[in-house]
C-alpha cells in the first residue's frame, strides 16, 4: 500500500449507545470506515459479516501492559467478539512490548496505536513484534482538548503521507468542541440515546 497521502477513516466507540453508532454509521455511509469497537452492537456485528476488514476490537487494556499481566476472561471475550479482526486500537492508545507480543500470540497483524497529530509523511511502520503499526493522523481527542487552528488542517491535508483519522461517534453525536463539555457528559450523563432536557442546558 502506497502512503502518498492516503486517508483512511476510522471510528473509536468508547462511551458510545447504538443510537450513536447508528448515526455514525449514516454520516459516513458513502465511504469505508474502520470501527474499533468497545462492546456488543448488532450493527457492527452485521457489519463484521458483510465487511470483515471494517471491524475490529478497542480494548481497556490499561495495567495490561507487563508480563505479570493475564488477559481476563472478560477481556479474552472482548477480543473474541470479532474472530474475523486482524487489527485493533487499544484505549488510548495503550501499548507495550509485552501487549504488541500478546495481540500476535492471539493471530493480529496489525494496529493502530499511535497519534502523531497532522505529522507530514506518515506511513505504515512495522514493529518489532511483527505486527504493522497504522499511526493515527488526525484525533477527535486532541481536537477537543486544545485549540486547533482549522486553517492549519486545512493546509496540513495537501502534505504528502498517510492520514489515519479518529472519530469518535459520542463527539459527533453531541457536537463535542470543547473538551470540558465531553468531561461534563461523561460525569453526568448515564444513558446515551438522545440529547435530553439536561443536556441541552
Not at 67 to 78: G, I, P, T, Y
Amino acid at each position: 500500500m502506497s502512503s502518498k497521502n492516503v486517508c483512511i477513516m476510522t471510528c473509536d466507540t468508547d462511551w458510545c449507545s447504538p443510537v450513536m453508532l447508528e448515526e455514525a454509521m449514516r454520516i459516513f455511509s458513502d465511504i469505508p470506515v474502520t470501527y474499533f469497537s468497545t462492546g456488543e452492537y448488532k450493527s457492527l456485528e452485521e457489519l463484521a459479516r458483510n465487511e470483515p476488514a471494517l471491524v475490529g476490537p478497542h480494548p481497556n487494556l490499561s495495567g495490561k501492559h507487563h508480563k505479570s499481566c493475564d488477559f481476563d476472561n472478560q477481556l479474552l471475550e472482548h477480543l473474541n467478539r470479532y474472530p474475523q479482526a486482524t487489527g485493533y486500537r487499544c484505549h488510548g492508545h495503550m501499548d507495550s512490548a509485552w501487549i504488541q507480543m500478546k495481540m500476535v500470540e492471539m493471530g493480529y497483524l496489525w494496529e493502530s496505536n499511535m497519534c502523531c497529530h497532522l505529522e507530514p509523511g506518515l506511513k505504515p511502520i512495522k514493529m518489532f513484534s511483527g505486527l504493522t503499526r497504522f499511526p493515527v493522523w488526525l484525533e477527535d481527542d486532541v481536537w477537543v482538548s486544545r485549540k486547533v487552528d482549522v486553517e492549519n488542517v486545512i493546509n496540513a491535508l495537501e502534505t504528502p503521507g498517510m492520514k489515519v483519522f479518529n472519530f469518535h461517534p459520542v463527539h459527533l453525536c453531541e457536537n463535542v468542541m470543547v473538551r470540558s463539555l465531553f468531561d461534563w457528559i461523561v460525569d453526568n450523563v448515564n444513558e446515551w440515546t438522545t440529547p435530553n432536557e439536561e443536556m441541552n442546558k
